[in-house]
């Protein structure tokens, strides 16, 4: 990627694996396996995700609902559903959602985001008795299941997980490519793949959520607001380079407002704040919602993990055996998750903990930099993320923002592999769409927080 002085990003393939880099996505745990030429999200329905509650239970697209009533004697405050999406992204249908019921976005609460292009079913709530209201709407691609009053509301993370159907098209038709395929299936199966954050966290056509929540915590405003709003992108809609340009070079509020689009909703909200008050750059990002500040903060937490991740395979350490200083976290019975229980390796417990992790009790974890983070708890990733933050220029002083406090980013820690449940080839067939080429059809379930995305990338490279 080339990057000028007036804040424009050009990318030369326009591919994701360029903009990957961007935001520390290189490594491959399947490097030894060629890829297959093939295409994802040729169409909406070719992306199917469900996500798996906290019981382990799958939504289901469809369903027969049956009426709760709301009831204060039984203390309700929420009302809980499955959210439906055709083709639209979380955020964006929950604008539509708080439009047509007149209550704040932020009184809507989801357990996870999901892919924009794709069928999914997620568990959401809203603050309040809105069981009646939800039952009569009627949106566009938006449809409500399991509507039910409950005490408490959805919370982000809340899920177990996710179980997806993909299908992937436009395969060359070669000799042996079925069981190269199934190789490479059983391998990942097997092996697992690095436990990136994907594009999706950053910006899929403008990967900066990251560069953005940085300037944030910086107190960088002005330089927010120009990432958000005036850098362009080549990945992105030429009509929307030409608005931002536009803008840069006139500076021109009104006119923009009228101009950009209802899809550059977040854009808009910013250039009308400082249409009345001018160059109140904290301003205007602070009227953003708090739950798209919070992810803009979350994204630079992400960008570090991969960062680090990255910087770890480079200095040919194993993401899979572990070495001195490494952390491992046990996994609950339930359902595999990691738990609070972690040990460093290279110690007593070090026979235990391989073990553990050949039996995928156990896994190697890395930090994610929040203001409750002691690196001393994590010898090896310490090392690597000061030599990041040194090379970019990223001073540690950053992790004692207030914002960590008040966005409640304490600090956690994530595993470096994810090991994919169910996987398997559903169909290899004929391609309906494109003549003369294969379609794959794969299922399987990740933990949450997880990338199906990154799953692909594994299998297309």
């Given at each position: 990627?080339?990057?000028?002085?007036?804040?424009?990003?050009?990318?030369?393939?326009?591919n994701d694996r360029e903009l990957e880099k961007v935001v520390g996505i290189e490594v491959y745990s399947t490097s030894d396996f060629s890829g297959i030429s093939a295409i994802y999200k040729k169409r909406y329905k070719d992306f199917i995700v469900k996500e798996i509650t906290s019981?382990?239970?799958?939504?289901?697209?469809?369903?027969?609902?049956?009426?709760?009533?709301?009831?204060?004697?039984?203390?309700?405050?929420?009302?809980?559903?499955?959210?439906?999406?055709?083709?639209?992204?979380?955020?964006?249908?929950?604008?539509?959602?708080?439009?047509?019921?007149?209550?704040?976005?932020?009184?809507?609460?989801?357990?996870?985001?999901?892919?924009?292009?794709?069928?999914?079913?997620?568990?959401?709530?809203?603050?309040?008795?809105?069981?009646?209201?939800?039952?009569?709407?009627?949106?566009?691609?938006i449809f409500f299941r399991g509507i039910a009053p409950a005490r408490k509301s959805v919370k982000l993370g809340s899920n177990r997980g996710n179980h997806f159907i993909i299908t992937l098209r436009n395969i060359d038709k070669k000799v042996n490519e079925e069981k190269r395929i199934?190789?490479?299936?059983?391998?990942?199966?097997?092996?697992?793949?690095?436990?990136?954050?994907?594009?999706?966290?950053?910006?899929?056509?403008?990967?900066?959520?990251?560069?953005?929540?940085?300037?944030?915590?910086?107190?960088?405003?002005?330089?927010?607001?120009?990432?958000?709003?005036?850098?362009?992108?080549?990945?992105?809609?030429?009509?929307?380079?030409?608005?931002?340009?536009?803008?840069?070079?006139?500076?021109?509020?009104?006119?923009?407002?009228?101009?950009?689009?209802?899809?550059?909703?977040?854009?808009?909200?910013?250039?009308?704040?400082?249409?009345?008050?001018?160059?109140?750059?904290?301003?205007?990002?602070?009227?953003?919602?708090?739950?798209?500040?919070?992810?803009?903060?979350?994204?630079?937490?992400?960008?570090?993990?991969?960062?680090?991740?990255?910087?770890?395979?480079?200095?040919?350490?194993?993401?899979?055996?572990?070495?001195?200083?490494?952390?491992?976290?046990?996994?609950?019975?339930?359902?595999?998750?990691?738990?609070?229980?972690?040990?460093?390796?290279?110690?007593?417990?070090?026979?235990?903990?391989?073990?553990?992790?050949?039996?995928?009790?156990?896994?190697?974890?890395?930090?994610?930099?929040?203001?409750?983070?002691?690196?001393?708890?994590?010898?090896?990733?310490?090392?690597?993320?000061?030599?990041?933050?040194?090379?970019?220029?990223?001073?540690?002083?950053?992790?004692?923002?207030?914002?960590?406090?008040?966005?409640?980013?304490?600090?956690?820690?994530?595993?470096?592999?994810?090991?994919?449940?169910?996987?398997?080839?559903?169909?290899?067939?004929?391609?309906?769409?494109?003549?003369?080429?294969?379609?794959?059809?794969?299922?399987?379930?990740?933990?949450?927080?997880?990338?199906?995305?990154?799953?692909?990338?594994?299998?297309?490279?």
């Amino acid at each position: 990627m080339e990057r000028s002085n007036n804040n424009t990003h050009i990318f030369q393939n326009k591919n994701d694996r360029e903009l990957e880099k961007v935001v520390g996505i290189e490594v491959y745990s399947t490097s030894d396996f060629s890829g297959i030429s093939a295409i994802y999200k040729k169409r909406y329905k070719d992306f199917i995700v469900k996500e798996i509650t906290s019981t382990g239970q799958v939504l289901e697209i469809r369903g027969n609902d049956t009426t709760i009533n709301f009831s204060e004697n039984s203390k309700d405050r929420y009302t809980t559903f499955n959210l439906v999406k055709i083709n639209k992204d979380t955020f964006g249908a929950i604008r539509m959602i708080s439009r047509a019921l007149k209550v704040h976005p932020n009184l809507i609460e989801v357990a996870g985001l999901k892919d924009k292009r794709s069928i999914s079913v997620q568990k959401a709530s809203i603050k309040g008795d809105q069981v009646e209201k939800l039952k009569k709407l009627k949106l566009k691609d938006i449809f409500f299941r399991g509507i039910a009053p409950a005490r408490k509301s959805v919370k982000l993370g809340s899920n177990r997980g996710n179980h997806f159907i993909i299908t992937l098209r436009n395969i060359d038709k070669k000799v042996n490519e079925e069981k190269r395929i199934k190789e490479l299936i059983n391998e990942l199966h097997t092996r697992g793949f690095p436990n990136y954050y994907g594009l999706q966290r950053f910006g899929t056509f403008r990967p900066n959520s990251h560069l953005i929540g940085r300037f944030i915590l910086e107190g960088e405003y002005k330089k927010a607001y120009d990432e958000f709003v005036l850098a362009t992108y080549s990945t992105e809609l030429p009509e929307s380079q030409l608005l931002r340009e536009e803008l840069k070079k006139t500076g021109d509020l009104e006119k923009a407002y009228t101009s950009f689009p209802e899809g550059l909703n977040y854009e808009r909200v910013m250039i009308k704040y400082l249409m009345n008050n001018s160059r109140d750059y904290e301003g205007a990002i602070n009227h953003l919602p708090n739950y798209l500040i919070k992810l803009l903060i979350s994204s630079f937490q992400s960008y570090l993990f991969n960062k680090m991740l990255s910087l770890r395979h480079k200095n040919e350490i194993s993401i899979y055996k572990p070495i001195k200083g490494d952390v491992f976290s046990i996994l609950d019975d339930d359902n595999g998750n990691i738990t609070k229980i972690k040990y460093t390796y290279g110690g007593l417990y070090d026979e235990f903990l391989r073990e553990a992790n050949n039996l995928n009790r156990a896994r190697i974890v890395m930090p994610l930099i929040g203001y409750d983070t002691n690196l001393d708890d994590f010898p090896l990733m310490k090392s690597l993320l000061l030599e990041i933050l040194d090379k970019e220029q990223i001073s540690a002083e950053i992790f004692k923002n207030e914002l960590l406090y008040t966005y409640e980013f304490k600090g956690s820690f994530r595993p470096i592999i994810v090991k994919p449940i169910g996987l398997k080839i559903l169909e290899f067939t004929e391609d309906d769409i494109f003549q003369n080429k294969n379609k794959l059809k794969i299922e399987f379930s990740l933990q949450k927080g997880s990338y199906a995305t990154l799953l692909l990338r594994e299998i297309i490279k």
